[in-house]
């Protein structure tokens, strides 16, 4: 079966990712001692290791590794329910401004010289706030398409929220403040340290288990929404929660390592590309493709060149001419 | 009777699309709607279903008002079989057929063993066994038809609906989605089908109601509702019968 084998494809490639990750760097980790590391960290005994090998295994590396296989998960995960609710292929998980809310938010906290964790929290807020706007207003707007009404507001929210983060970075300090932001605002997960973990993981697996959950719905919510109705599905409180859910992941992972678009938009046609449309093995294809794809690009990132790449800059790089390779060969795949 | 309504105001909103329209059809009855464009055939379809509240009047489906029902019951008693389109996602047609078995699982179950038994017997059943692994994007008008009607069938209704379903198939096509629907009343269902083709439903329909301006001209038996003086009135154009009284055929003029 074409489908079966197309998650064991994803799976080799995070795996894959998983040890490259490890093994390249300034202090490289080869597979062996990662299993060594894993296998005394499970049984509890002590591993034989150099310090310094266990410090950048636990605190540095390890950490940077979960966060992209999560973050990259995140996003796909949030792509491929949006391009099913939205039912349209070309959708990204910032269509209804969780991405340019989180920019605010993060912006507004640099210029206010807030902590770390401040921005972070600032970022996630803004958002659930945007999406949670765009929402209600979308809801408000009666008659017409209201698949269409919602992701025009999308747009037109995302960019009144685009005018504030320029508006917030002209009135920054040029010389700290700007190019934090301009770093922000170009994603990465440099410098993730143990403690950023926790408030990724949390929204991420809520919000990803609540579409898992979902699943066999997701299918007949790509449908016509009318046909979707007369099949039994409540379209509209189904389409709630699936956005709330969608917007969590998104939010936590947009707050946790800046904008990082194309994710959400490539891996979700290549998750369809290895299993189909089908959503029940589609959204768990996209979560370990996603996590694949975006530690391979993070990986990229740190080591391609003496400075760090930002992912977003990555992301688009690769994300772009693979996409148009895509729609040449894999077109059937969802027109 | 097991879909009634008298005296039904239907349309969007405050937006009257038609009114004083009274529906009745039996179980094993075929029911065909014709009517100009724009006349509010598709929206009496949409009241019908429950998919869009009636403004005034009553719809009864299996002697329960139509609006009490939840809109899982409901879609195990009235199915909805849409004009074909070209879906965003290339589905497999069994996947999509599949997908008439929602109404039967909870949000968060997965399809139990009977449901795949039913979508697979409602593709053999329709003929279209062979295709089910084929993108349902890739297969034709007519296949894609069949498994629209394969997937209401799914649901298990006692009541089918069917919006133009002839609308863009081809000749041969179009006969064959007829007879299915000939054969689905007579394995008891109730069937209500639009169309533009007044042929169709008098070889294939038992009544007939003719909506004009949102109201219905004339409702009936297909042999005495499908006249030419009748078709004149609900096109307003000059129509040619062609053929004995007992085997006749209309065309435009």
């Known amino acids: 079966m074409r489908g079966a084998s197309g998650f064991a494809v994803a799976v080799a490639v995070l795996l894959a990712g998983v040890v490259v990750a490890f093994a390249v760097g300034r202090f490289p980790i080869g597979p062996a001692d990662l299993l060594t590391a894993l296998h005394a960290a499970v049984t509890g005994t002590p591993s034989g290791l150099p310090p310094a090998v266990e410090t950048v295994l636990w605190q540095i590396r390890g950490p940077r590794v979960l966060a992209a296989v999560l973050v990259g998960a995140a996003l796909a995960v949030a792509g491929t329910a949006f391009q099913g609710l939205f039912r349209n292929p070309l959708v990204s998980p910032d269509i209804l401004g969780a991405s340019s809310g989180a920019a605010l938010g993060a912006v507004v906290g640099i210029l206010f010289s807030l902590s770390v964790v401040g921005i972070q929290a600032l970022a996630f807020a803004g958002g659930l706030v945007a999406v949670a706007a765009v929402y209600a207003i979308g809801s408000a707007l009666r008659g017409g398409d209201t698949i269409l009404v919602l992701v025009l507001t999308g747009v037109v929210v995302g960019a009144l929220l685009g005018a504030g983060v320029g508006l917030v970075k002209y009135l920054a300090d040029p010389y700290n403040q700007l190019p934090a932001m301009t770093f922000w605002l170009l994603g990465s997960l440099s410098g993730t340290a143990p403690d950023d973990l926790v408030p990724l993981l949390g929204p991420v697996l809520a919000g990803t288990l609540v579409l898992l959950a979902l699943r066999w719905r997701m299918n007949a919510m790509s449908l016509p929404e009318e046909e979707a109705r007369a099949l039994g599905v409540p379209t509209g409180p189904l389409r709630a929660a699936v956005v709330a859910a969608a917007t969590l992941v998104t939010a936590a992972s947009v707050s946790a390592a800046g904008i990082i678009g194309w994710v959400g938009l490539v891996v979700p046609h290549l998750a369809r590309f290895l299993v189909g449309p089908g959503f029940p093995r589609l959204l768990p294809t996209a979560a370990v493709l996603g996590g694949g794809y975006l530690l391979v690009i993070d990986t990229l990132a740190r080591t391609a060149a003496p400075v760090e790449i930002p992912l977003g800059i990555l992301t688009a790089v690769v994300g772009t001419p693979f996409f148009i390779a895509l729609l040449r060969t894999a077109r059937k795949g969802w027109s | ?236 154009c000059e129509i040619i019968g062609i053929g004995t009284d007992d085997d006749v055929a209309f065309l435009p003029a």
């Open chain 2, 1 to 236: 009777m097991i879909l009634e309504c008298s005296d039904l105001v239907v349309g969007y909103g405050t937006r009257v699309v038609g009114r004083d329209l009274d529906v009745a059809l039996a179980e094993g009855e075929v029911l065909a709607l014709l009517g100009p464009n724009g006349g509010g055939k598709t929206t009496l379809l949409k009241t019908l279903l429950g998919l869009v509240p009636p403004l005034g009047g009553e719809v009864r489906l299996a002697g329960r008002p139509l609006g009490a029902l939840g809109i899982r019951e409901r879609a195990t008693l009235v199915a909805y079989v849409p004009q074909v389109h070209a879906g965003t996602f290339a589905f497999t047609v069994a996947e999509m057929v599949l997908m008439g078995r929602t109404a039967r699982s909870g949000p968060f179950e997965a399809p139990s063993a009977r449901d795949h038994q039913v979508a697979a017997a409602m593709l053999e059943r329709l003929g279209i066994a062979h295709l089910a692994d084929r993108p349902y994007t890739l297969v034709s008008g007519g296949e894609r038809q069949l498994a629209l009607i394969a997937r209401a069938l799914a649901q298990e209704p006692r009541i089918v609906v069917l919006d133009e379903p002839t609308a863009s198939l081809d000749f041969g096509n179009q006969g064959r989605v007829m007879r299915e629907i000939r054969s689905l009343a007579a394995a008891g269902l109730g069937v209500i089908f639009s169309t533009h083709d007044p042929n169709h439903a008098l070889r294939h329909a038992d009544r007939a109601m003719l909506i004009r301006n949102g109201t219905s001209i004339a409702s009936g038996p297909v042999r005495a509702v499908l006249s030419r003086q009748n078709l004149e009135t609900l096109y307003r």
